[in-house]
């Protein structure tokens, strides 16, 4: 996928941001409220210029984040300090804060605050195994390579991201999608209790069975109800898997549309394979297809569209049988400037050229910036992220979540468009590319659904983890009064929704 093979051929080192402004300084305010969670959280608040201070502000996966500078950040080790540092903030009600679990969240905004309070869980971190109830306790912090290798060495593994490298708090409250998600659901769905410090300050558990609405609400509501310091979920048995990445030139690319077409639907029957299909655009026709293949068994299926895949010729392939641990290592952190945006549109058994029309508007409106040879070092990628019905099974059995994902759901994809670049100074084309892609592709989706036999009225909620700030997610669940009045009832005075970052209701 897109994001792996960043990797490869990104390593630049770049100033400037996008998104938020700076202001002069922060407020006296802000001072204030520091010099209080100093003096309280002892030796657990950095300020500029200290080591802690610079290996936190720069510790995102985008380069463009790395150059917000938060008044101070707050590294507490427990629930006790999180909560303790909440109680404070809500004595200086224009200070504002966020919470960064791994910093993957490409938006600006999100898991920064500019001249505000930074609560990064970085120390809270890894994952517990209670063979008793057959249940992991999932800290925020880290990343999901050390949940997953915690993880196994008791023959189980929880529902998490498919590259190791993902940070495992935003993932989780802001749905996740796995390899595994045929089988089990989104992540979130997974979940079962939250340890949360709420917006008043106060620790509260939230248990699934005795408190399923707001359960519901939690899995993919974002950061709209508290700071996660602790998830209880399922865990599943993992044994030997098989997969990795395949890299195809632009010569396999019917065969590949075809096959995806066809596995789509498939994955229903087989919910054991899963795949990203990444169609990636960069400068010169550097374009290449990335085919990221997920069998949960020792050897891949023979025949299906699983098998149909591993028949196309490709140019570098890297599957093969190992440890689940194995297979979601790899990627490192690039240096590059990111973009997310995301749309999910419908299958539609009778159009196969959906993806191709995708992938050619992609192309087309990327093409004059790419015909310049300074961007060399960008890349526009679609990934391709098929979401069968069997996902929406899962989330209803689980107790359902924000997403609106039900065992009524049709075949959908979901759309993933991500760009890659180094100057700041093309942060607003590249920007506006996939804004303009995601309007012409909702412009495409009523004709597609004319094609087909389906229900015209598809719901295509869109998925938060891969979204760009702009993009009104928990507008378009279908629960969105709903939620928006519970996340009130938690948050009467707005602490969270007016003063923190991510996706609002
Ligand atoms: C390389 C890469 C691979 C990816 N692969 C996948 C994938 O397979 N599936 C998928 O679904 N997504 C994937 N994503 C997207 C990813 O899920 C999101 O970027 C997600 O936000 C990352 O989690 P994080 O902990 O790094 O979030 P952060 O950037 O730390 O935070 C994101 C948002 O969540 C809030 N937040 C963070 N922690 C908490 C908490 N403990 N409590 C409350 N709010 C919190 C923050 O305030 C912020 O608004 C991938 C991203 C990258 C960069
Ligand atoms: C992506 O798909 C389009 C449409 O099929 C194709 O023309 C193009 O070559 C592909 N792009 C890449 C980057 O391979
Ligand atoms: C998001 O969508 C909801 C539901 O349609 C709507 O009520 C709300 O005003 C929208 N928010 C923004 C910021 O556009």
Known sequence: MGRKFLSFVSNLAVLGYFGQHASAAPSSSTNQACAELSSTLVGR??????????SETTAYWSTVLRELKPACVVLPETAEEVSKAVTILNKYPDVKFTAKSGGHDPNAGHATVQDGVLISLEKMSGATYDSATNLASVKPGG?????ISSLNEHGVTAVGGRLGIVGVGGFLVQGGISFLSAQHGLAADNIVGWEIVSADGTIINVDANSQPELATALRGSGS?????????VKAHPIGKVWGGIRIYDASQTDKIFKTLHDFVPNSNKD?????????????????????FYFYDGESPPTEGPFADFLTIPSLISITKTQSYPELAMGASLINSRISFRTLTIPYVSEY????SEISKKMTELSADYFNNPLH????CSVDFQPLPSAVGQN???NGGNAMGLTASDPDRVLLEFQCAWGSKDDDATLVSITKDLTAW???????????GSQAKDAYLPLFMNDAMADQNVTGSYRDYAKFKALQQQYDPIGTLRERTGGFKY
């Open 441 to 451: 592709i909702e412009g495409r989706i009523p004709i597609w659904l004319e094609a």
């Open 395 to 397: 989330s209803e059995k």
């Open 352 to 355: 196969p050229a959906m993806y």
């Open 376 to 379: 060399l070092l960008s890349q």
């Open 45 to 54: 608040t950095s300020f500029p210029l200290s080591l802690s201070y610079h």
């Open 224 to 232: 709209q109800f508290g700071i996660v310091t602790k998830f209880t």
């Open 143 to 147: 990343e999901w390579n050390d949940v």
């Open 271 to 291: 919910t054991k394979a899963a795949i990203i299909v990444t169609n990636l655009s960069a400068v010169a026709s550097l374009n290449a297809f990335l085919i």
